[in-house]
T-cell receptor, first 116, second 113 residues
């Protein structure tokens, strides 16, 4: 089975702190994604990566950056956390090469981040 | 731009009753459509997907969905709901360019005993 793990299930940070959310997948997937999930809004794509050191902006990249130094690991960075970034963050990876809309995305359990 | 609408935020059904969750999409080309389920405290799990061919798609856990191009819909159905089906359900459309998905706002299903 594909496994996508996220470093923390719950995280509490203060406004202005730098926050790192880590995601690891164990199936050698090329593509990885970061979403935020808010009630009534579903999931919104923040960034995705189709290869090591490659990234593309999603629908809501403002206030976030990402890093992909190794194929299995994709990090989401909040340079200066703000209260409006309080949310559930979900990482995903998918199972074929880049460029296909038919891929199945596999999701981690999520990190619930609270920014005070 | 593509969009997905799930008109029902909450639905409550009795155990054993049939279920239909609605999904409408807006997309210029042939859509790639997905249904995911999120159980409490879990990540999203794929229930089924449609790319082409037969418009009635079978998925896991006894779910099925029907693609209706004329109505821009991809409704999810199950003939008899089990208490373990209580979860949040998300419909999504895939883009031709890259692997991005656009999700609907979700429908939370509650099952009465």
């Amino acid at each position: 089975d594909v496994k996508v793990t996220q470093s923390s299930r719950y995280l509490v940070k203060r406004t202005g702190e730098k926050v790192f959310l880590e995601c690891v997948q164990d199936m050698d997937h090329e593509n990885m994604f970061w979403y935020r999930q808010d009630p009534g809004l579903g999931l919104r794509l923040i960034y995705f990566s189709y290869d090591v050191k490659m990234k593309e902006k999603g629908d809501i990249p403002e206030g976030y950056s990402v890093s992909r130094e190794k194929k299995e690991r994709f990090s989401l960075i909040l340079e200066s956390a703000s209260t409006n970034q309080t949310s559930m963050y979900l990482c995903a990876s998918d199972d074929t090469g880049a460029g296909s809309s038919t891929d199945t995305q596999y999701f981690g359990p999520g990190t619930r981040l609270t920014v005070l | 731009a593509q969009s997905v609408t799930q008109p029902d935020i909450h639905i409550t059904v009795s155990e054993g009753a049939s279920l239909e969750l609605r999904c409408n999409y807006s997309y210029g080309a042939t859509p790639y459509l997905f249904w995911y389920v999120q159980s409490p405290g879990q990540g999203l799990q794929l229930l089924l997907k449609y790319f082409s061919g037969d418009t009635l798609v079978q998925g896991i856990k006894g779910f099925e969905a029907e693609f209706k191009r004329s109505q821009s819909s991809f409704n999810l159905r199950k003939p008899s709901v089990h208490w373990s089906d209580a979860a949040e359900y998300f419909c999504a459309v895939g883009h031709n360019a890259g692997n991005m998905l656009t999700f609907g706002g979700g429908t939370r299903l509650m099952v009465k005993p």
